[in-house]
T-cell receptor, first 114, second 112 residues
Framework: DTEVTQTPKHLVMGMTNKKSLKCEQH?????MYWYKQKAKKPPELMFV???????INESVPSRFSPECPNSSLLNLHLHALQPEDSALYLC?????????????FGQGTRLTVV | DQQVKQNSPSLSVQEGRISILNCDYT??????FLWYKKYPAEGPTFLIS?????DKNEDGRFTVFLNKSAKHLSLHIVPSQPGDSAVYFC???????????FGTGTRLKVLA
């Protein structure tokens, strides 16, 4: 099973709303990632959790707040977003420890901020 | 600074022929390279990878070649099939960094 499940698949939110994106994997991976992808651009790394601890924050604005409740779950809490934050948000997971292993991606959440 | 580049934004190939997608990188610390296939509004699907200790890795119709001295890798798909039509991203990472850096992507169209 190489599945990473993301919910919801689509989300429309106002600039004053608070919402959360969820990601789940059961591959025993101990590294989990959030990426953001805008149209016709490559995925861009936002956050990395390793062994449930935040190890990388790519200078992401504080209106994005990640959380890793356990080794299988990863959340991204959203608050006071801007229209330019509209994008495809991708979760991924991989084995931890070396960085020389493949990352598996979920189907993404298409976020629209109005 | 784009550390991973795919200089061909698009490529069209006839069904049954070989598709060759290219990728260049600038960071000599990268030691693991991956290819992903992506359909619109979906997550990338892992295809094949190669470690810097190898120069070739093959999996079915997909072969990845790595030329470390040129900082260049390529993905060969043979024979190409219409279902291969998608955007292909190469990605690179360095040991212990957890950072997968993606190239700009190449849109492959396989013509029936």
């Amino acid at each position: 099973d190489t599945e990473v499940t993301q919910t919801p698949k689509h989300l429309v939110m106002g600039m004053t709303n608070k919402k959360s994106l969820k990601c789940e994997q059961h591959m025993g991976h101990r590294a989990m990632y959030w990426y953001k992808q805008k149209a016709k651009k490559p995925p861009e790394l936002m956050f990395v959790y390793s062994y449930e601890k935040l190890s990388i924050n790519e200078s992401v604005p504080s209106r994005f707040s990640p959380e890793c409740p356990n080794s299988s779950l990863l959340n991204l809490h959203l608050h006071a977003l801007q229209p330019e934050d509209s994008a495809l948000y991708l979760c991924a997971s991989s084995q931890a420890g070396t960085g020389t292993t493949e990352a598996f991606f979920g189907q993404g959440t298409r976020l629209t901020v109005v | 600074d784009q550390q991973v580049k795919q200089n061909s934004p698009s490529l069209s190939v006839q069904e049954g022929r070989i598709s060759i997608l290219n990728c260049d990188y600038t960071n000599s610390m990268f030691d693991y390279f991956l290819w992903y296939k992506k359909y619109p509004a979906e997550g990338p699907t892992f295809l094949i990878s190669i470690s810097s200790i190898k120069d070739k890795n093959e999996d079915g119709r997909f072969t990845v070649f790595l030329n470390k001295s040129a900082k260049h890798l390529s993905l060969h798909i043979v024979p190409s099939q219409p279902g291969d039509s998608a955007v292909y991203f190469c990605a690179a990472s360095a040991r212990g960094t957890y950072k997968y850096i993606f190239g700009t992507g190449t849109r492959l169209k396989v013509l029936a």
